[in-house]
């Protein structure tokens, strides 16, 4: 299971467990282990395994169990320990989450070829938000279908605005106090992490200053078009660095890269131009500062805002 950071996959694991627990399931066959916890730097998924057996007085090479790993990137070489245990071939079945996409995702398509389904976890799409907040009438058409107009379209607009400074976390969207001040939420526990943590231990690099300044240069013009040139030219990092970096924040679900296409939807063999898309507008918000319907940015936002709700789509835009 993957996706960004607090984007809700914990909560999906605990709601799959509830599921689990009503269909009838004995609680003692249900395992859940936050791979994150320093208690367990170190171990592997068989020794946490063996600790579940001798706690609940089961044993899951024989007898069928659930057992979830979360955010189990933490774990050196997590996908060589999955292996072998989906290799066992246990009545056992497992579920692991994640928030850094590249690595979990490279990793599981080379060791689990055949033995993983990844699933992705996208942010908030508009609908889902106005279900979460329970406003899904702004969204209601005229009794005309055709027309496809909202009964409201002033309210839409209101809560579409809403969406876009603080829609795409199901945590923002219901906290006033997160609303207040986005700043402290998004980018301290989302962004900070991402471009702290989770990056340069994943993939080694050193130079976080840099990458901080790239990143927060993309989100103020997320939507618009760039060139490696001017951004290497604006961050003053060379252009090779940039590349890589990209490849690393789209990893880590914060960006989304958009090549142009010629006339016949070919690639261009130079693609000196291209636009960067945030994955969730909300993140420009934490960022810089909520907008309102007359900021300069409103149209980018939006269009970032339209772009997100098929991030999770199996086609590429």
Same mark, same amino acid.
């Given at each position: 299971l993957l996706g960004p950071r607090r984007v809700g996959k914990t909560v999906l694991i605990h709601h799959a467990i509830g599921a689990l627990l009503?269909?009838?399931?004995?609680p003692r066959r249900l395992c859940y282990v936050s791979v994150d916890h320093p208690l367990y730097n170190g171990r592997s998924l068989e020794d946490l395994l063996g !600790?579940?057996?001798?706690?609940? =007085?089961?044993?899951?090479?024989? /007898?069928?169990?659930?057992? &979830?790993?979360?955010?189990?990137?933490?774990?050196?070489?997590?996908?060589?320990?999955?292996?072998?245990?989906?290799d066992g071939a246990f009545p056992t079945r497992f579920t692991a989450s994640g928030s850094a996409a590249a690595a979990l995702r490279m990793k599981s398509r080379e060791s689990g070829a055949g033995r993983f389904t990844d699933f992705l976890l996208p942010p908030l799409t508009f609908s889902e938000y106005l279900t979460l907040l329970g406003v899904t009438d702004a969204i209601r058409l005229n009794d005309d279908r055709d027309s496809g107009v909202a009964r409201n379209i002033a309210d839409l607009n209101?809560?579409?605005?809403?969406?876009?400074?603080?829609?795409?976390?199901?945590?923002?969207?219901?906290?006033?106090e997160?609303?207040?001040?986005?700043?402290?939420?998004?980018?301290?526990?989302?962004?900070?992490?991402?471009?702290?943590? !989770?990056?340069?231990?994943?993939? =080694?690099?050193?130079?976080?200053? /840099?990458?901080?300044?790239? &990143?927060?240069?993309?989100?103020?013009?997320?939507?618009?078009?760039?060139?490696?040139?001017?951004?290497?030219k604006d961050s003053g990092v060379a252009k090779n660095t940039i590349k890589r970096y990209l490849q690393y924040l789209e990893a880590a679900f914060l960006i989304k890269t958009v090549h142009r296409i010629?006339?016949?939807?070919?690639?261009?063999?130079?693609?000196?131009?291209?636009?960067?898309?945030?994955?969730?507008?909300?993140?420009?918000t934490a960022l810089f500062a909520p907008i309102?319907?007359?900021?300069?940015?409103?149209g980018a936002m939006a269009e970032t805002g339209i772009f997100s709700q098929w991030f999770h789509a199996p086609e590429s835009l």
């Open positions: 009503a269909s009838g399931v004995e !600790d579940y057996n001798e706690a609940a =007085g089961v044993d899951y090479r024989t /007898e069928p169990c659930f057992v &979830f790993f979360d955010e189990i990137q933490y774990l050196r070489d997590w996908e060589v320990h999955l292996k072998v245990l989906v209101e809560r579409f605005l809403h969406y876009l400074n603080f829609g795409g976390y199901p945590e923002v969207a219901l906290s006033k997160i609303q207040a001040d986005p700043g402290r939420f998004v980018k301290s526990d989302i962004v900070d992490k991402v471009l702290l943590w !989770d990056l340069p231990s994943l993939y =080694g690099i050193e130079d976080i200053q /840099e990458l901080n300044q790239l &990143f927060t240069t993309l989100a103020y013009n997320t939507a618009q078009e760039v060139s490696l040139a001017e951004l290497s010629d006339q016949d939807a070919k690639q261009f063999q130079r693609a000196n131009f291209f636009k960067v898309y945030l994955t969730n507008p909300s993140i420009r309102d319907e007359h900021d300069q940015a409103m």
